[in-house]
């Protein structure tokens, strides 16, 4: 059998297994809650949802952000998505948020729409503290999505969060670095995330503006000084963006998202000639 | 003060001064004891002012900060003894608690009359070295009146002749008639001193410039209108305890005994009261004893949620010595609440529950200041932007409207929705000192380093200059720039204007 052959044979019996396992009966909230409406929450962001085969995350899921570096943006897509989802029908729109460093800045979280009533701030003192209010959290069915900074996972514990969220039908947003990409994993979602540096983003005509395109790639950067006065054209957040796991199918390729910061809107920035060999460079 | 003095009574030669927290790093001064008053001191001056006045005298000072539960908790116990003088004891009706009023209509003759009464009183209360002054009056508002503003020694007592309650008001100052402060301020900016100027004045006059507090302070003195005393109920105790003859270590025997007083005391609350509050108690063979206490979100009698949450604090218990005796001890209780389940409510009354319970045991092991909230206050400085209470403790308190004269417009409800672009996710409460490399002495940032980084910056936003006023503590200006970094990274980093550092703040 060519390999190829062998390749679409495992995954049809993949989606074979995971169709099963949504068909069987009903033995957690999440199977009820996948039961009861589209089975799947957006994560507000379309060009995210359009990565994943289902279109969206399972209830009672652990969703990975791995972070190539601190302040690429992987922070932000998660929390933009826990909104979304806490605001969505049926929910019990409350978020918790997992916060053993103390730095996390909750003001930050009101453009997106969580209102500070319905957000839980805990802070743990120890590694040991912390797993056991991931765990609260996850079993209670009383949290929509629990987010929180994770950098050490082992496996025991890791899949006792898995049942804990599969159990009550919660969802889970772990914050980690990059590093752990290769490390297993129970999360059923695995996203990669990375900024894409100015020097590779593409051009970005601005629409009924005058005057040429401006540029933000190349060697000729027009990074203007401004002692007196603001820089008020903001380029925009480029994320880079790629599924290591999902369910329901065989992972797309990387994408870039590009969110316009003066207006908050998303879109998926059409890859170009040459894509592979950045997304090649940037170790995605 | 007063409890402070008797918990402590080598405060009593110090400069005692009470102090309560006005937002963030700003406290002021809310009581003073007769040394801090002969030095000047005065409630509402700021602390940082107060200890610049003492001086030399700085080591006598001796800040507190207040505690007004603790003081009402003290008075309601005077008040529960002064019940032998009368069944209507009453707290004064304020925050801050500091007189009772006993209604001893058809009581006096017990006592050989209202002299008998009074004196009676101040001996048992002087026993108690106490500080106070007695009065009896027709209305409650002359005894006030007589009681905090007459002429009065410490221990003596005054008894107003009946209907001439207005005559012994008439010389008094205005702070004696319980006026709202803003009120008394407009009085003393006429030339009103005393109440007799008042009486002076026509009512109608009174209470179309001044409102109907005036007038209706004055008729409540006179008897003429109204006054209701709230009679206090002492809170009743429920409470379980065990003596062990022999001293026991087992944790499993703790477990048991601490399991039979969770049932003794949920038999003692009567119907339809749930448990907000246990004060757990263990008594260790000749150390000192441990304690805990178990709050809850929304009150409950369930006796499994209260032991699991008695449980999950007992693991983290360690004993030194073996166990003598416990006590469970029901400090907080609430009517339980009962709930109809609507048809189409977003959230139902279980889950409602489970965050119920998901917060009582959070709390439980992680501590109540470990499972926050917060609240948004007015601060330029990004992070005191904010203020955090604990979940246990706020469910009753109502969640704040927004003032109907400060209207959300489309540019304020803009900024609030692209406040995830314009503030860090993560921010530091200690900002890193770092290097930059900037082309202008006032411009923005062009390359960064700190520690073995280095990064250069393509894009920079701002400035965002955030200054705070001198008045509320250290002060501080600041050029906050968002960064873009060659790697992709989005910073938030500062320049403080006086020194010309720069620190690195948070990250997007």
């Known amino acids: 059998m060519a390999a190829t052959e062998v390749l679409e044979e495992l995954e049809r019996k993949l989606a074979a297994l995971e169709s099963e396992r949504r068909g069987r009966a009903k033995t957690s909230r999440a199977d009820e809650a996948r039961e009861a409406h589209e089975e799947v929450y957006s994560t507000g962001l379309v060009a995210l949802d359009e990565m994943l085969p289902l279109r969206g995350i399972r209830p009672g899921s652990l969703v990975e952000w791995l972070a190539v570096q601190e302040g690429v943006g992987a922070e932000w897509l998660a929390f933009r998505a826990a909104a979304e989802i806490c605001r969505s029908l049926d929910s019990v729109g409350r978020c918790l948020v997992v916060d053993p460093r103390g730095d996390f800045y909750p003001l930050a979280v009101k453009g997106f729409g969580l209102q500070p009533r319905d957000l839980v701030i805990v802070r743990p003192k120890n590694a040991k503290e912390e797993l056991w209010a991931y765990d609260q959290a996850l079993r209670s069915g009383a949290i929509q999505v629990v987010v929180g900074w994770i950098d050490r996972l082992a496996d025991t514990p890791f899949r006792r969060l898995q049942l804990a969220a599969e159990k009550s039908g919660s969802l889970g947003f772990l914050l980690r670095p990059a590093a752990v990409r290769n490390k297993p994993s129970w999360a059923e979602v695995r996203f990669l995330v990375d900024s894409v540096p100015v020097a590779q983003r593409q051009p970005v005509l601005r629409p009924g503006s005058v005057g040429p395109p401006v540029t933000h790639g ?60 950045a997304f090649r460079q940037a170790g995605a | 003060m007063q409890r402070l003095h008797f918990a402590r009574p080598e405060l009593k030669d110090k400069i005692l001064v009470l102090h309560a927290s006005e937002g963030r790093d700003r406290l002021k001064v809310v009581g003073v004891c007769r ?57 004064e009706e304020s925050d801050r608690p500091e007189c009772l009023f ?128 709230v009679p206090h109920r002492p809170i009743p105790c429920y409470r379980a305890e065990v003596s062990l003859e022999q001293p026991l270590e087992h944790s499993g025997i703790v477990e048991n005994l601490s399991q039979q007083l969770l049932e003794e005391v949920l038999k003692q609350l009567p119907a339809g009261a749930g448990i907000t509050e246990l004060l757990c108690r263990y008594l260790q063979d000749s150390a000192l004893p441990l304690e805990f206490r178990v709050g809850l979100f929304r009150p409950s009698v369930r006796k499994r949620h209260l032991w699991e949450l008695i449980r999950l ?38 889950s409602e529950r489970n965050f119920s319970i998901l917060l009582d045991r959070l709390s439980s092991r992680l501590g109540r200041e470990a499972v926050v909230r917060v609240r948004s206050v007015s601060d330029a400085q990004p992070e005191f932007a904010f203020q955090e209470e604990p979940w246990l403790g706020t469910q009753r308190r109502p969640v704040p409207k927004v003032s109907p004269k400060r209207k959300r417009t489309p540019e304020s409800a803009m900024e609030e929705g692209l406040s995830c672009f ?29 520690g073995k980084q280095r990064e250069r910056i393509v894009y920079a936003w701002g400035p965002e200059r955030i200054e705070t006023g001198w008045w509320r503590g250290p002060a501080i200006a600041r050029d906050y720039y968002q960064a873009e970094t060659d790697r992709g990274r989005r910073l938030w980093l500062f320049r403080e204007r006086g020194s010309s550092s720069w620190y690195l703040q948070g990250v997007f």
């Open chain 1, 218 to 277: 190349g060697a000729g950067l027009p990074f203007r000084l401004f002692p007196q006065e603001q820089i008020s054209v903001r380029p925009g957040r480029h994320f880079r963006i790629q599924v290591l796991r999902c369910p329901g199918g065989k992972p797309p390729a990387g994408k870039e998202i590009r969110v316009d910061e003066e207006t908050g809107a998303v879109r998926l920035v059409p890859p170009l000639a040459g894509a592979k060999a």
């Open chain 2, 35 to 91: 040394h801090a008053s002969a030095a000047g001191i005065v409630p509402g001056m700021p602390v940082a002012e107060a200890s610049s006045l003492v001086g030399k005298h700085s080591t006598r000072l001796q800040l507190e900060k207040e505690d007004p539960q603790a003081d009402r908790l003290l008075l309601a116990r005077v008040a529960q003894r002064c019940q032998r003088y009368s069944p209507t004891v009453s707290l």
């Open chain 2, 102 to 229: 006993l209604d001893i209509t058809g009581c006096a003759h017990l006592f050989g009359g209202e002299e008998g009464l009074a004196q009676r009183l101040t001996v048992e209360l002087a026993r108690g070295n106490w500080n106070f002054c007695v009065a009896i009056a027709d209305t409650i508002g002359a005894a006030w009146a007589v009681a905090r503003h007459g002429q009065r020694s410490v221990h003596s007592w005054q008894i107003v002749p009946a209907g001439q309650s207005l005559a012994a008001l008439r010389g008094l100052r205005l702070a004696a008639l319980r006026l709202p402060p803003e009120v008394a301020e407009i009085l003393t900016d006429l030339g009103v001193r005393r109440i007799g100027d008042l009486e002076q004045l026509p009512r109608a006059s009174l209470v179309s410039r001044l409102g109907p507090a005036v007038a209706q302070r004055l008729s409540q003195a006179e008897g003429q209108a109204l006054e209701i005393l």
């Open chain 2, 313 to 350: 604090q007992l693991e983290n218990l360690r004993f030194d010595r073996p166990m003598v005796g416990a006590s469970l001890r029901v400090t907080g209780t609430a009517p339980l609440e009962c709930a109809q389940q609507e048809l189409f409510e977003e959230r139902t009354p279980s």
């Open chain 2, 422 to 450: 314009r503030r860090p996710l993560r921010l530091w409460k200690n900002p890193t000192p770092v290097r930059v490399l900037a082309l202008a002495p006032e411009g923005p940032p062009r390359e960064l380093s700190w």
